[in-house]
């Protein structure tokens, strides 16, 4: 593994950089606190290629290897998790689970369309009663002639309501458990599928959350993502996507936070000294550079191996569950050096503080990354 970044990464770090700075920083505490979802936004990023990035080129996308991926998301995401999980939805979510499974017309009707960010995706596989444990699913898939009809809700799914493509999993057989359930790619105005926006979140304000509803769905064979049976492989192959992405994004809030308390501990004055003087400051300054590096090496090594093709879940997971609780040590710790002001929306480590949790808790909470770690360690499996 080669710790230099290529001359073509250190660019795109560079440019994502000064884009994220420029165009996402001055309005992401606005959008916050309005909870607004930046679609403008969302249409500069595409236009910049950030949504195609890992994508194909035949297909739209910017055909980049997956360390370029990771940059770009924690740019991103030291800019605006909010903005961050759209990224992470669009890209690894929806339109890698399409290179990997789409047939060839699914690929060229969609693919195109999410990396210019003219149509959005989200993704559908919690419900009110199956969240770390998706097998539980209620939502069903009941075939009619060569079409599915689809019935139950999806809840707390990311773009739910400015999603124009919805990727849903559903069960075709309650006695088959996993291996009942099939993905489907259900597009926006079809005939029983709504949606209903959830709102007054802890954090992640700017980022539209929803439910899917779906009443005798009907939608086309075509609309199978992967073999019918085939959907929960769907389902974990898109999340070892997720996982990573929500990992990169992390490693930008650790590099958020350490940038304002750098610069805030030698300016903020106490006991006639900057308080980034004293050693009890210096300490929590120091676990989130060590944290930061620790985070990014564990991203980059997940990385490595999807680039090279190899085994990665394992060290996905390691990486998730690592950054995402680094991130919520490194804002909290942030809103420590900021005092008052830190405990205040005008301080840039609020809305980190707010924003860092769900990552602990999204695409598998920090138990279920321990259970898969451990479950591979040790060869039990810790699920039933
Ligand atoms: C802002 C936001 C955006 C989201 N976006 C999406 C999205 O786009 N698509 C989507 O499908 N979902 C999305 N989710 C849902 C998310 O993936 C689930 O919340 C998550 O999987 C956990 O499920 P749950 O909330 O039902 O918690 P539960 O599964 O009920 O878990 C509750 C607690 O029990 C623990 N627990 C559960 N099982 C075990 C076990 N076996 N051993 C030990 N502890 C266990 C959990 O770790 C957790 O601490 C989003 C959630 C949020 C908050």
Same mark, same amino acid.
């Given at each position: ?6 001359d ?38 595409? &236009? ?5 990035? #890992?994508? #194909? ?11 370029s ?32 499974? $789409?047939?060839e017309?699914q ?9 210019? $960010?003219?149509?959005l995706?989200?993704?559908?596989l919690?419900?009110p009663?199956?969240?770390?444990? #998706? ?53 926006? $105005? ?20 929803g ?5 005798d ?9 992967? #073999? ?5 492989k769907? &389902?974990m ?65 997940a ?28 804002a909290?710790? &942030? ?50």
């Amino acid at each position: 593994m080669d710790f230099d970044p290529t001359d073509e990464q250190r660019l795109i770090r560079d440019t994502v950089r000064r884009f994220a700075e420029q165009e996402i920083m001055p309005v992401a505490a606005g959008n916050d606190r309005a909870g607004r979802f930046p679609r403008e936004l969302v249409n500069r990023m595409a &236009a910049m290629g950030f949504l195609g990035g #890992p994508i #194909p080129k035949e297909y739209g996308g910017s055909g980049l290897d997956y360390i370029s991926h990771a940059i770009i998301t924690e740019e991103v995401g030291r800019a605006d998790s909010s903005l961050r999980t759209t990224l992470s939805v669009q890209v690894s979510l929806v339109a890698l689970s399409l290179v990997r499974w $789409g047939t060839e017309e699914q690929k060229r009707r969609y693919l195109p369309e999410l990396c210019a $960010g003219r149509l959005l995706g989200c993704f559908g596989l919690t419900e009110p009663n199956a969240g770390s444990d #998706p097998s539980g699913m209620e939502t069903t898939a009941i075939k009619r002639g060569d079409r599915w009809v689809l019935n139950g809700t999806k809840t707390w799914i990311s773009n739910a309501t400015v999603a124009g493509l919805a990727l849903v999993f559903a069960q075709t057989d309650p006695g088959k458990g996993h291996d009942g359930i099939a993905a489907f790619l259900v597009e926006k $105005g079809s005939r029983g599928f709504s949606t209903h926006p959830i709102t007054e979140k802890l954090g992640l304000r700017a980022s539209d959350t929803g439910e899917l509803i779906f009443e005798d769905c009907t939608v086309p064979d075509s609309a199978l993502l992967g #073999p019918s049976g085939h959907g929960f492989k769907v &389902a974990m192959s898109a999340l070892d996507n997720g996982r990573y992405s929500v990992a990169a994004g992390c490693v930008g809030i650790i590099q958020g936070c350490l940038d304002a308390c750098t610069e805030y501990a030698k300016t903020r004055k106490q006991f006639g000294r900057p308080i980034g003087s004293f050693q009890l400051v210096q300490d929590m300054i120091a676990r989130m550079a060590v944290d930061l590096d620790a985070a990014r090496l564990l991203v980059f090594r997940a990385g490595h191996l999807k680039d090279h093709g190899l085994p990665h879940t394992v060290e996905t997971s390691i990486a998730k569950y690592f950054a995402s609780e680094a991130a919520v040590r490194a804002a909290t710790d &942030a809103v420590q050096i900021f005092g008052a002001y830190g405990y205040s929306e005008e301080a840039p480590v609020a809305r980190y503080y707010r924003d860092a949790k769900v990552a602990t808790i999204y695409e598998g909470t920090s138990q279920i990354q321990k259970l898969l770690i451990g479950s591979h360690l040790l060869g039990i499996r810790a699920f039933t």
